[in-house]
């Protein structure tokens, strides 16, 4: 390259694109290589434009890259388990385990000290689940995972309630949003307005080595993420927002968009923290309001009938609000 | 009994699950066409050369824009740029500088000597073009690469027509005309100069042409009856123009007055104040909402120092340069009309710029031609009324401007050649248009700030004056590189990354990509996160 391109340090999609013909290949993303490693593989059932399906690829393989693919993944059950192993199929291309809803993360526990035991340290172990084995089911063994300091990276793949089982409610659905257990019924239709419950701030309560939240949207943040993440021994927990075509009541190709808009709307903040300390956020390159994202979903339709349920919509712009506060995210 | 008392059963892969079953909507690549290629008279494809001048490579991207237009540094100092106006990019942040970029590319080829290749092979067939001017000269180009022989007639000492006998200096230097001009000639053209036609096929008979292209250009002044006084002094811009290139220029005097409203008025007024006029003022009988000069020669004649005066009409001239001006006023259907009110404005001289005509004369008894209006019609290939004789340019019924003679050029060239060869030219199908809302522009990057002021600096001297240079390489590079790609793939991954069921082939650089539509659901996902529009979901047939 000229001395000149370097100078002027434009790419015309930048890093916003997956691969960019300017960019050095050492410059692109994992997804973008010809040979990536294709963790889960196609022919999966997982619904047309799935979130989680695309994240679990996205963050594996990068792990993978990042390991020289010594890694080993344990399942929790749940959407993720069921669409690639049904039997006698699989579409993991990865040593991959499945235990118990709750488990995962003391299964990778396990695996992690037999690893140690066989002398194995350059073998690194993911355990993976989604919002339901992470925050509730799996939630005690998790915490125990973290309390121990265990060599493992945990990521969890929020799309917001039991999917796979017929969208049931779990504790991280939002406020306001329909389920199959939380209808759009009553004076006050949808989830309840509780005081939430945040996995990763719970994870920094740890003090574990590393925490981050990322999103199906922002590829590049996302495999920078991981990479880090494999790059430090101990407990560490990285969060995916991945949307739910069926789940929300939305266009299976909305799911990138409608994570953008998570972002963008401040509902979801990219963020990372190292020993309980937020030590980055990712900016909102294009603020929008909340209504933007609210209204490509039927699970928030109730939302914007005859009369459009403004108290509430404000209260959601108020957390997006808080999180824009919160983590500095308009810089 | 050999059986193990326990089995481990080999796991299957799921790629023996065809999900591409589920599909009701399959996506599909395509080009669009982008809006500048759409706008562009002289049909380049300005998309298809700047995705060469984005990665550095300037002689590949002169390469692609000179397969449609040989004059590209010409065209990037004279262009009215309508590719700008349709620009993307201006939904954004503000057009990409297609014209600046395409001076840099023209400028660099008569840098560094690039050169057109010689045909391939000849055909054999002679191809007589009359007039050397912009539309001549594309048509010459164009046919002596699909290897026809070629000869240019001309009635003028110097080849170019309007470009050197309309255009002034300051807008394009004679170096930059001559060197593109001789790069069109050496690839094995005959020139002949001071030859005025007189009898079309007389002349194609005498030279055993097969076809001719006429471009003889627009270059008789019209005039306006304006009763003036003997001794007073009126021109027509044509000839003021024209003598600019000769030994004696024009005498104009300190005050000049020029009548008339388009791009020749302003050049007129525009090269009187270069050769030191102190007033030069123009009369137009209507608004400046209603003139035919562009809007930004407008604005350059008027920071220079031009005076315009508007809805006024020169009633007369008297001996000693008075001149009596009436006021106008618009009418209920915007029709200036006499108000009566007069005043008077002195001068020294009196340029005409109101249009001109085509001498029509060398077409005289040519049987099957139809002449209206003072114009040559064509019909959709840019054949005449007689067989085997084209037409374009400003001769024929169209907008009077260079890349429109250029445009002409090229589709005539292209009709010549399949009528000489007995195969009708079939030009492909246009594209459909990539229209904003076809593109995702989240994903492209917002101009860096500390390199826009530079850039705007830039772009509004290079237009200018030839005293101010063009981009350099680097503005150049990071103009290219504005350039969203409307409707056509610049391989950026997206696809082949955001498929969740990895049904997206990689093919390599330059390659492009494939769908696997054994595994594609049908989601969409790469159609709404393509940037450039170059995916379409359409209805699976069973």
Request: proline share 5%.
């Amino acid at each position: 390259m000229h001395e000149q391109d370097q100078q002027i340090k434009f790419y015309q999609t930048g890093t916003f694109t997956v691969g960019n013909r300017l960019l050095a290949e050492n410059q692109r993303s994992v997804q973008a290589d010809m040979h990536r490693t294709n963790s889960l593989n196609s022919g999966h059932r997982a619904c047309q434009g799935c979130g989680e399906a695309l994240g679990a690829r996205y963050a594996i393989d990068a792990a993978m890259q990042a390991t020289g693919n010594q890694l080993i993944a344990v399942n929790a059950t749940g959407c993720l388990e069921v669409f690639s192993t049904p039997y006698p199929e699989t579409s993991w291309q990865i040593p991959w385990i499945h235990s118990l809803f709750g488990n995962a993360a003391a299964v990778a526990s396990g695996v992690a000290a037999a690893q140690r035991a066989l002398g194995r340290p350059d073998v690194r172990v993911i355990a993976q689940g989604g919002d339901g084995g992470t925050t509730d089911i799996g939630f005690g063994c998790l915490s125990g995972m973290f309390e121990r300091n265990d060599d493992v990276l945990y990521i969890c793949y929020d799309n917001e309630a039991y999917m796979n089982t017929g969208v049931q409610r779990s504790s991280a659905t939002p406020p306001a949003a329909r389920t199959a257990t939380t209808p759009a019924l009553g004076p006050a239709p949808g989830n309840v307005f509780g005081t939430g419950k945040n996995v990763p701030r719970i994870a920094m309560a740890h003090r574990i080595p590393y925490v981050a939240t990322a999103s199906v949207s922002n590829l590049r943040d996302l495999e920078r993420k991981v990479r880090h993440a494999m790059g430090i021994h101990g407990a560490r927990y990285i969060h995916i927002f991945v949307p739910c075509p069926l789940g929300w009541g939305s266009a299976p190709a909305d799911t990138i968009k409608l994570a953008r808009l998570a972002v963008e709307t401040g509902l979801f903040p990219l963020f990372e923290a190292h020993d309980g300390q937020v030590t980055s956020s990712t900016p909102i390159r294009h603020k929008v309001p909340v209504t933007e994202y609210l209204k490509l979903q039927k699970r928030y339709a109730h939302l914007f009938g005859k009369e459009p349920d403004l108290g509430r919509i404000a209260q959601i712009q108020g957390m997006a609000d808080r999180n824009v506060d919160d983590f500095g995210l308009l810089q | 009994m050999d059986k193990p008392y326990a089995i481990t059963l080999d796991v299957g892969s799921s790629l023996a699950n065809k999900t591409g079953a589920w599909r009701t909507n399959r996506p599909v690549y395509l080009d669009r066409l982008p809006p500048c290629n759409h706008a562009c008279p002289a049909g380049e494809n300005i998309q298809g050369w700047l995705f060469h001048a984005e990665s550095g490579d300037y002689e590949a991207a002169w390469r692609a824009l000179t397969e449609d237009n040989p004059l590209a540094a010409i065209m990037g100092r004279v262009c009215y740029h309508p590719c700008e106006g349709s620009c993307n990019r201006g939904k954004i942040d503000e057009a990409v500088g297609i014209n600046s970029v395409e001076r840099f590319l023209g400028d660099e080829a008569i840098k560094r000597g690039w050169k057109f290749a010689p045909p391939k092979s000849e055909s054999g067939k002679r191809v007589l073009i009359v007039g050397a001017g912009p539309s001549g000269l594309s048509a010459a180009y164009h046919l002596r690469r699909l290897g026809h022989a070629v000869k240019i007639v001309d009635a003028g000492p110097r080849a170019g027509g309007m470009m050197r006998f309309g255009i002034p200096k300051y807008r394009l230097p004679r170096d930059v005309l001559d060197a593109e001009v001789q790069r069109i000639l050496d690839m094995g053209i005959e020139l002949e100069l001071n030859c005025k036609v007189a009898n079309i096929l007389e002349t194609m008979q005498a030279g055993r042409f097969d076809a001719a292209f006429l471009a003889v250009g627009a270059h008789i002044a019209k005039r306006a009856y304006i009763p003036a006084g003997e001794a007073a002094h009126m021109l027509d811009a044509v000839s003021v123009l024209r003598s600019m290139e000769g030994e004696d220029k024009p005498m104009l005097g300190r005050r000049v007055v020029v009548y008339g409203g388009g791009n020749t008025a302003l050049d007129v007024a525009r090269t009187a104040k270069r050769l030191g006029a102190t007033e030069s003022i123009i009369v137009y009988r209507r608004t400046r909402e209603k003139m035919p000069a562009h809007d930004f020669e407008v604005e350059e004649a008027l920071q220079e120092g031009v005076l315009i005066k508007w809805l006024s009409t020169i009633r007369n001239m008297a001996d000693e340069g008075t001149l009596t001006v009436e006021k106008m006023a618009l009418d209920d259907k915007g029709f200036p009309q006499p108000t009566g009110e007069l005043e008077t404005l002195e001068a020294d001289s009196l340029v005409l710029a109101l249009g001109q005509d085509v001498d029509l004369s060398l077409l005289d008894g040519v049987p099957g031609l139809v002449l209206k209006d003072g114009t040559v019609q064509v019909d959709r290939n840019m054949m005449t009324g007689h067989a085997g004789i084209f037409a374009g340019g400003d001769m024929v019924p169209s907008e009077r401007t260079v890349t429109v003679g250029i445009g002409h050029g090229k589709k005539a060239a292209r009709h010549i050649d399949g009528w000489l060869s007995g195969k009708p030219y079939d030009p492909p199908p246009k594209h459909e248009l990539a229209s904003f809302d076809k593109l995702n522009s989240w994903y492209y990057s917002d101009a860096p700030k500390t390199v826009r002021p530079m850039l705007d600096l830039a772009r509004r001297t290079s237009t200018f004056d030839e005293v101010v240079s063009g981009l350099d390489e680097t503005n150049a590079l990071f103009e290219a590189r504005r350039c969203l790609s409307c409707g056509n793939c610049f391989e950026c991954d997206n696809c082949y990354g955001v498929c969740p069921d990895n049904a997206v082939i990689k093919l390599g650089p330059g390659k492009r990509f494939e769908f696997n539509f054994d595994y594609c659901k049908g989601c969409g996902i790469c159609e709404a996160e393509c940037p450039c529009g170059a995916i379409k979901m359409i209805p699976e047939v069973s």
